[in-house]
């Protein structure tokens, strides 16, 4: 049925003005612990007030909402995880991505957003001092321990894409490591693989700890600092920018991917994760939506189509969260 058939609604305004509780109660689930809760057994809101300690009638309203937007399901008087609760949610499972919330509901991106008018007006973030590109700013760690889980795929996917002899000796550049798994998962995968992580020092100190806990640290080394001002290093074989030219304007980021050729081996490689947009803009709806992150967040970030920056001769795919470019080099 049309939308001119239906009639006009304002359903699409009421869902989205009060998408805020739905966010509250994920939040008040995942501070409960309530998803693991389920996985053990407890599954009845008496169960389950006693395990997460609060009360019965709390623990059933909040498990009757979550229900109705599509995290739990309900038979009589129990609950149980869906398929994606269960994988993402519960502790217990080593895909839990509810650490994220560390990052994606901190409190300057919650900021960012409650001066979105502020942000649109200008063109770019009214945050002080850059927003999220500020030097060294501390939400980085947040992101860095929180996104850990998210990243596993597709740094997967990357190794697949570098496509060379696994006992290939390469010389990987992890540029805003960030975490570290991206070029870590090339140092697992590729045993004389020497990989260098650039980021903050503070962020460092995560991807470094990542690094020897994956058994990789006598090969992970780093550079302190902005990816924009220090100095490379030159003969890489193949260099990591994984979720960074968004932040920043076009021309920023040909000034980097120059300073990136530069630093290429003569038959180095570039792979690049990012969102992408088709070319209008529109969709898909999550690489699309993404824009207006860069809105509030960043000066002058964006969500940039293949047009915009990539060459005719770029090969892609699209895992999960983005999409992934191999460029022979770029000039």
């Given at each position: ?307 915009d920056t990539i060459p005719p001769a770029v090969t892609s795919t699209s895992p999960a969260n983005g999409a992934t470019g191999v460029h022979p080099g770029i000039s």
């Amino acid at each position: 049925m049309s939308e001119q058939t239906m009639g006009p609604s304002p359903a699409l305004f009421f869902d989205t003005i009060n998408a805020y509780q739905r966010t509250s109660a994920l939040k008040a689930a995942l501070e409960l612990d309530l998803f693991t809760a389920i996985g053990e057994g407890n599954e009845t809101a008496q169960q389950l007030a006693e395990r997460c300690e609060a009360s019965p009638r709390g623990m059933r309203i909040l498990c009757d909402y979550l229900t109705v937007i599509g995290f739990l399901i309900k038979e009589e008087d129990r609950y149980r995880l869906t398929q994606d609760s269960a994988v993402f949610l519960s502790r217990n499972s080593p895909a839990y991505v509810g650490g994220a919330t560390e990052f994606l509901l901190s409190p300057l991106m919650l900021e960012a957003f409650d001066k979105l008018t502020d942000s649109v007006q200008r063109g770019g973030t009214v945050i002080d001092e850059g927003g999220t590109v500020a030097p060294e700013h501390p939400v980085w760690v947040k992101f860095a321990r929180a996104m850990a889980p998210i990243a596993s795929l597709p740094a997967q996917l990357m190794v697949n894409l570098a496509a060379a002899d696994s006992s290939a000796g390469l010389k990987v550049f992890d540029i805003a490591a960030g975490h570290g798994l991206f070029g870590i998962a090339f140092a697992q995968n590729y045993p004389n693989a020497e990989i260098t992580a650039l980021d903050w020092p503070n962020v460092l100190e995560v991807a470094k700890e990542n690094a020897r806990a994956a058994g990789v640290e006598d090969r992970y080394s780093t550079i302190a600092g902005s990816a924009l001002d220090v100095d490379f290093g030159s003969g890489y074989d193949v260099v990591l920018l994984t979720n960074f030219l968004h932040h920043f304007d076009p021309e920023t980021c040909e000034k980097l991917l120059k300073k990136v050729h530069a630093a290429l081996a003569d038959s180095g490689r570039v792979i690049t994760l990012e969102f992408i947009p088709d070319e209008d803009r529109i969709s898909p709806p999550p690489p699309a939506m993404f824009s207006l992150m860069m809105l509030s967040g960043t000066p002058a970030g964006d969500a940039y189509t293949f047009s915009d920056t990539i060459p005719p001769a770029v090969t892609s795919t699209s895992p999960a969260n983005g999409a992934t470019g191999v460029h022979p080099g770029i000039s």
